[in-house]
C-alpha cells in the first residue's frame, strides 16, 4: 500500500492554481506521466521565467550580437574570395580587413560596455562637433573619395573612413542626451521644445550626408529620428506631418536622379527587360531560389562568380541564402529577433530617460538597417545600397554598429535589476567558492592566548 500510494502521489496531476514549473522541477517520473498540455504549460512558463530575468536582455544581446559576427566572417570569406582572385589580390583580402575591424570594433565593445552610462552623457557633444566636422570635409570636392557614385569616405592612406555611418551613433547619443534634459525640465509637453533642436540637428546630418549622395544612410536617420519622437510620446498629427514632409523629400530625391527611379522599378522583379535593368536585384532572387532549403553548400555558391553584384557587402544575404539555404536565413533572421527583442527590453526596463531613449534609437537604427537590407536582397524593397549590420563587408559600418551594441550592454548592465543579479554573481561567483577551497583562509580573530604551564607536583 506504501509503494501504491507513492506511486499515485508522483502520477497525480497538479492542482488547480498550482505553478505548472513544478512539473518541470520535480522528478522525471512526474514530467512524464503528465499530459501534453501539461508540458507545454510547463515550457512556456519556463521560458517566461527565463526571459523575465534581469541579466536575460544582457545575455542576448551579447550572444546574438557574437553568432552573427562570426556568421558574417564566414559568409565574407566565402562570398569575396573570388572578387579578390579576380582583382589579382590574394583570396583572403576582404576577409583579413573584415576581421582587423572586427577585431577592433570587438575593442570598442569592451570599452563602451565597461563605461557609465554618464560617462556616455559627457562624449555626447565632442563626438557630434568631430562627425558634423568630417561630413563637412567628404562634402568638399577633392577632399571626399568617391566610390560607385557617392562621395561618402574620407581617404587616411591605409585605411578609409565613412563618417556618415558615425552620424548614426552621434544621432543615438545626442538625442538620447537631448530629450532626457528636456524631459527633466518639463518642456517636452510643448511642440516647439520636442522638436527644436532635434529635428534641426538631424537634418543638418542628413542634408550632409545627402551631399555625398548616401540615400540609404539618410533613409536610416530618417527612421531613428520617427524612433527617438515615437518614444517620447510626439503627437499623432506631428508623425503625421513629418512623415508628410519626408515622403515629398523622398520623391523629389528619386525623381531627379534616374538610377534612384529604375532601382524603385526593380521590386518584385522576375525577369530582365530588353536593355538589362534589374540585373542586381534578379540575381539576387535567383540565389535564394538556388540555395533551396538547405542550400548549396559553404563556399559553393555560382552567383558570386560574376553573376550577383556586391555579393559581400549589400548582398551578402543572397549569398547566405544561396550558399546555407532557407535554414541559414532564418537563423540570420532569427538572430536579429533577438537582438531586437533585447534592445527593446533594455529600453523599457530602465527608469533612466537617457538609457530609454538612447536604447530605442540604438535598437530602432540597428533593426531599420537589417529590415532596408534584408528587403533589398529579397526584391522587396528598392536597393538602398546600405550593409547588413554586424554581417555584411565594411570597415566602418562594422566599427559603427558595434560601438551601438556596446552602448546597449553598458545600458543593459545600468538597469537595477542587472546590477543586483552582476552584484550576487560576482559574489558567490564558483571561481571564488573552488579558489576558497584550495587557498588556506585568512584568520580574522587573534590567536587565544597561550595557558600557563601546569606546575608538577
Not at 590574394?90 to 554618464?118: D, I
Not at 534616374?258 to 538589362?276: N, Q, W
Not at 527608469?351 to 538597417?369: L, S
Amino acid at each position: 500500500m506504501a509503494g501504491q500510494g507513492s506511486k499515485g502521489a508522483a502520477t497525480a496531476p497538479p492542482e488547480r492554481g498550482e505553478s505548472p514549473l513544478k512539473l518541470i522541477s520535480a522528478t522525471s517520473t512526474t514530467f512524464k506521466s503528465a499530459g501534453p498540455l501539461a508540458r507545454l504549460r510547463a515550457f512556456r512558463a519556463r521560458l517566461r521565467y527565463a526571459l523575465e530575468r534581469p541579466l536575460t536582455p544582457y545575455y542576448l544581446i551579447l550572444g546574438s550580437v557574437l553568432l552573427l559576427l562570426v556568421l558574417g566572417l564566414v559568409m565574407v570569406f566565402s562570398s569575396s574570395q573570388i572578387l579578390a582572385m579576380g582583382q589579382h589580390r590574394s583570396a583572403l583580402f576582404y576577409f583579413r580587413k573584415q576581421l582587423v575591424a572586427a577585431m577592433l570594433g570587438t575593442v570598442m565593445l569592451v570599452l563602451l560596455a565597461r563605461t557609465p552610462a554618464a560617462v556616455l552623457r559627457v562624449l555626447v557633444y565632442p563626438l557630434l562637433c568631430v562627425v558634423v566636422g568630417a561630413l563637412v570635409l567628404v562634402a568638399i570636392p577633392g577632399v571626399g573619395v568617391q566610390i560607385n557614385g557617392n562621395r561618402n569616405w574620407l581617404d587616411f592612406g591605409f585605411f578609409q573612413v565613412q563618417p556618415s555611418e558615425f552620424a548614426k551613433l552621434a544621432l543615438v547619443l545626442w538625442g538620447g542626451d537631448l530629450l532626457a534634459r528636456k524631459q527633466r525640465t518639463g518642456t517636452l509637453e510643448q511642440w516647439k521644445h520636442l522638436l527644436i533642436p532635434l529635428v534641426p540637428g538631424a537634418l543638418l546630418l542628413l542634408m550632409l550626408i545627402m551631399l555625398g549622395g548616401d540615400m540609404g544612410t539618410s533613409m536610416i536617420l530618417v527612421a531613428m529620428l520617427f524612433g527617438l519622437l515615437w518614444m517620447v510620446g510626439a503627437p499623432v498629427r506631428l508623425f503625421v506631418a513629418t512623415l508628410g514632409v519626408a515622403v515629398v523629400a523622398c520623391t523629389a530625391l528619386v525623381v531627379t536622379v534616374p538610377h534612384r527611379a529604375e532601382r524603385l522599378s526593380c521590386i518584385g522583379v522576375t525577369r530582365l527587360d530588353a536593355k538589362g535593368a534589374c540585373f542586381q536585384a534578379l540575381h539576387g532572387v535567383y540565389s535564394f531560389a538556388l540555395g533551396g532549403p538547405f542550400g548549396s553548400g559553404l563556399g559553393a555558391g555560382v552567383e558570386k562568380w560574376g553573376q550577383l553584384p556586391e555579393a559581400h557587402t549589400d548582398f551578402i544575404f543572397a549569398a547566405t541564402g544561396e550558399e546555407l539555404g532557407l535554414v541559414g536565413t532564418l537563423s540570420v533572421i532569427g538572430l536579429f529577433a533577438a537582438l531586437g527583442y533585447a534592445g527593446i527590453r533594455v529600453a523599457i526596463g530602465t527608469k533612466d530617460p537617457f538609457v530609454r531613449y538612447a536604447a530605442g534609437a540604438a535598437t530602432t537604427w540597428i533593426m531599420a538597417q537589417a529590415m532596408v537590407n534584408l528587403g533589398s536582397a529579397l526584391g522587396l524593397l528598392p536597393i538602398a545600397g546600405v550593409p547588413l549590420p554586424l554581417f555584411s563587408y565594411g570597415g566602418s559600418a562594422m566599427l559603427s554598429a558595434m560601438c551601438a551594441v556596446g552602448v546597449l550592454l553598458c545600458f543593459a548592465r545600468s538597469t537595477p535589476g542587472a546590477q543586483a543579479a552582476l552584484a550576487a554573481r560576482t559574489t558567490n561567483s564558483r571561481f571564488r567558492t573552488r579558489l576558497a577551497r584550495v587557498l588556506p583562509r585568512r584568520r580574522t580573530t587573534a590567536r587565544p592566548a597561550s595557558r600557563p604551564a601546569r606546575r608538577e607536583r
